[in-house]
């Protein structure tokens, strides 16, 4: 009996009307053509790209980001579930409608009567509309909860009046396919219509309403024609709407996302050929980034998650690409700086990487920004404190402008050693700017050193021959003076035979690892929480003890996010640890990347000033951090609201857990 089960395609359909709808269908197939090939020609606007595609690797990535959804993940749990209903289920129908394509001009190859079915019939056949039914109520249910979240208004994602079409075309396609799949049903009186389920269940709604086998051609025939309009309206209008950003995001996530982080290096010689440094004209764009731009959907996830925007800074990584995508389609350009992105908005990025990791369909804001930063550095158009920074890293190897025999102030009383004196150490201790010449962050280096000391570490530190590692310079757009600073230290490096390396700071670890090998420095670089944890782990140290009072820990943005350093520090705090609600590779940015601990802004107009608050909210009397910059920023945060909280590094707080067992003759 199931070998019986199919249907007649172009059923209750004449002549005439399948030659209009072959005509509209090479319509709306052209205008969509064109429609992408005039994307395609913006993008090509853009420089070429110099990394092949690897081309077994890039089917992975839309194998698992695009088609598996994997790419959504981490805030709006409901939005990321509705944006799966709707893709799994368009696609599915979309399938489908290819497959039944293939049964008609199948069948017309083979020389079959259209009443004839080829393979769309039995067992494929049931399986095939249930299927359907299934997936074309998950792309309904995915839209109306687009549309009703559109309704409250209540959200980041930008609206136009477009979207409701949009979402207004997929539900009725979704309701009217349904619809005729009724009508369907009653006129050729359907052996077990039931296996298309939500058909069947409308057929009893027509049946109900009078429509019977004397009276359901007319209405068949008129629902199918309106369906099918919409249909090719829709099809055209995709490269022209908000879903164009589904042609580009096939695009943009086939390539592997950039580690967070990284940046590219740019050259001398490709200054001297083009006189133009960093990225001052659309143009200068790789044509991958201008790609990207359509494949923003403008759903404000980055902007719910940029630390500047909630602080009131004027930056919504959002805006910054959609003023990109719009300055892209502009026939004559106006300027990039200034009437399109103003330097205000630049400088306001902490280059969390918050943006790039949120970021389901590979877009990376924060990339736009310091590619523009460095075209603003090459003009001369960074002033103040931040500039003055700059000089005193080229000038005096930091960014205070210290003496460089002033490094080992730091470990007075300590006799720490250095490379020179302990050549044959194992483990390089890199004290970093910060350690060396901020009183405050002194104590973090001097409390490594003892636990090392204490754990029997063979280690050594630079001394007056360690220089900034430049990793501020480089997010804040100074590309040559970091490699003039790389350069510096990979020598001394090379020198001193330099294997492994331990630090405290975030940035510096994450310079080491991923700046440094660009220019052939390759060491093995870990963060001091991992390296200590790891002398607990084997019974040289102990972890912070447990305590009454709560502890809470902030995650620096560069040690979690970017670097997916999380359970290391957290090993070696007491089981008393509070966690914010913004924790692990979600963490909220102190306020200090990308340049910004160089900006002389007030404690109180700081970005950063809500995970103080978050901070203060857990009730908690501690405040564990690891890294150098979220030390400052998080004192000078909380001093600034009065608040009797002590910021502490994790070390400081394992050495005081340490240092009652150690006798009195120890350093």
């Not at 990535?61 to 598996?68: G, K």
Request: proline share 4%.
């Amino acid at each position: 009996m199931t070998e019986d089960l199919s249907r007649e395609i172009f059923g209750n359909l004449g002549e005439t009307s399948k030659v209009i709808f072959y005509a509209l269908a090479f319509v709306s197939s052209g205008v969509f053509a064109w429609g992408v090939w005039r994307r395609v020609k913006l993008w090509r606007r853009g420089r070429p790209d110099n990394e092949c595609i690897d081309w077994k690797e890039a089917f992975q990535n839309l194998r698992t980001r695009a088609l598996a959804q994997r790419s959504l993940h981490g805030a709006r749990p409901k939005a990321s579930f509705a944006h799966r209903m709707l893709f799994w289920g368009f696609l599915a129908l979309f399938i489908g409608t290819i497959l039944v394509g293939i049964e008609h001009y199948g069948s017309a190859l083979a020389g079959r009567e259209s009443t004839e079915p080829l393979f769309h019939k039995g067992v494929y056949f049931i399986i095939y509309e249930i299927t359907l039914d299934t997936f074309g109520l998950l792309m309904i249910g995915g839209a109306m909860w687009f549309a009703f979240r559109r309704m409250r208004r209540d959200s980041s994602i930008e609206h136009r009046t477009a979207d409701w079409l949009v979402l207004s075309s997929i539900i009725v396609l979704g309701v009217t396919g349904y619809l005729i799949e009724g009508l369907r049903i009653i006129r050729e009186d359907t052996a077990m219509p039931g296996i298309s389920y939500v058909g069947y269940g409308c057929s009893k709604l027509f049946s109900s309403a009078g429509v019977n086998q004397a009276n359901v051609s007319s209405i068949h025939f008129g629902l199918w024609w309106f369906h099918s309009v919409i249909a090719f309206g829709f099809i055209a209008a995709l490269p022209f709407c908000r879903l164009a950003h589904a042609i580009a995001a096939v695009f943009s996530l086939a390539y592997s996302p950039r580690p967070l982080g990284r940046m590219e290096p740019v050259t001398m010689e490709e200054v001297e050929e083009t006189g133009e440094v960093g990225v001052g004209r659309l143009e200068q764009f790789t044509q991958r980034d201008l790609l990207r731009l359509d494949a923003c959907v403008s759903c404000g996830r980055c902007e719910d998650m940029c630390p500047a925007h909630e602080a009131g800074k004027p930056l919504s990584p959002r805006d910054l690409v959609q003023d990109l995508r719009k300055l892209m389609e502009t026939s004559s350009p106006s300027s990039l700086h200034g009437e399109t992105i103003g330097s205000e908005t630049l400088w306001a990025c902490t280059t969390c990487n918050a943006c790039n990791d949120i970021c389901p369909l590979g877009v990376r804001p924060a990339d736009y920004i310091t590619d523009m930063r460095r075209h603003l550095i090459g003009e001369g158009e960074l002033r103040g404190a931040p500039a003055a920074s700059l000089q005193k890293m080229q000038r005096a190897g930091n960014p205070w402008g210290l003496p460089e025999q002033d490094r080992l102030t730091w470990a007075e009383g300590l006799n720490i050693f250095t490379v020179q004196d302990n050549p044959d150490f194992d483990v390089l201790y890199w004290v970093g700017c910060s350690a060396a010449y901020d009183p405050r962050t002194m104590k973090v280096a001097r409390a490594v050193a003892q636990l090392l000391q204490h754990a029997d570490v063979n280690f050594a530190v630079l001394g007056p021959e360690e220089r900034c590692s430049g990793e501020s310079a480089r997010r804040m757009g100074d590309e040559f003076l970091f490699q003039e600073l790389a350069a510096t230290n990979i020598e001394t490096f090379t020198r001193h035979n330099v294997k492994k390396i331990v630090t405290h700071c975030p940035h510096c670890l994450n310079s080491l690892r991923q700046d440094y090998p660009q220019f052939d420095g390759h060491y093995e670089v870990v963060h001091h929480t991992q390296f200590l944890g790891e002398l607990v782990a084997a019974g040289k140290l102990k972890a912070a003890a447990a305590s009454d009072e709560t502890v809470t820990y902030h995650d620096p943005c560069y040690l979690a996010r970017v670097n997916g350093i999380t359970e290391a520090p957290r090993t070696l705090l007491p089981n008393s640890l509070k966690e914010m609600p913004r924790h692990s590779c979600q963490t909220a940015c102190c306020g200090a990347g990308g340049g910004r601990m160089w900006f002389d802004d007030p404690a109180t107009e700081r970005t950063g000033s809500g995970r103080i608050t978050e901070a203060l909210n857990t009730g908690s009397k501690t405040v564990a951090v690891s890294c150098p910059f979220c030390l400052t920023m998080m004192t000078d945060g909380i001093t600034a609201k009065d608040a009797t909280v002590k910021v502490c590094d994790i070390a400081e707080l394992m050495m005081n857990e340490n240092a009652e067992s150690w006798d009195n003759s120890d350093p």
